[in-house]
Nanobody, 122 residues
Framework: QVQLVESGGGLVQTGGSLRLSCEAS????????RGWFRQAPGKEREFVAA????????VYADFVKGRFAISRNNAKNTVYLQMNSLKPEDTAVYYC???????????????WGQGTQVTVSS
């Protein structure tokens, strides 16, 4: 079993930045593909960003390109999401996920964290 714990959420003003972290523990491979998703009130969970095995390849949703950056430290079993130029519409609960083998832009991940709230005030 793999456990994922997110941290780094909070309240920030429009244009501000936050850095989310997601640490994995348990029976895990530090090289699993990892993703970030978010869910705003009344909306479905949506893909934000993902990073493939080894950290050499990343994928982003169009609405975060140029503003967010995903990275990983395999030695620490941790994935990060640096969020810059935040907008009120970025307000959501952000979830990290891991999978052994999956389509990284889909919801088809094996393991999910509990989520961390990000609130962007206008």
């Amino acid at each position: 079993q793999v456990q994922l714990v997110e941290s780094g959420g909070g309240l920030v003003q429009t244009g501000g930045s936050l850095r989310l972290s997601c640490e994995a523990s348990g029976r895990t491979s530090s090289n699993y593909p990892r993703g970030w998703f978010r869910q705003a009130p009344g909306k479905e969970r949506e893909f934000v960003a993902a990073i493939r095995r080894g950290g050499g390849s990343t994928v982003y949703a169009d609405f975060v390109k140029g503003r967010f950056a995903i990275s990983r430290n395999n030695a620490k079993n941790t994935v990060y999401l640096q969020m810059n130029s935040l907008k009120p519409e970025d307000t959501a609960v952000y979830y990290c996920a891991a999978c052994r083998l999956c389509l990284i832009t889909s919801n088809n991940y094996d393991y999910w964290g509990q989520g961390t709230q990000v609130t962007v005030s206008s």
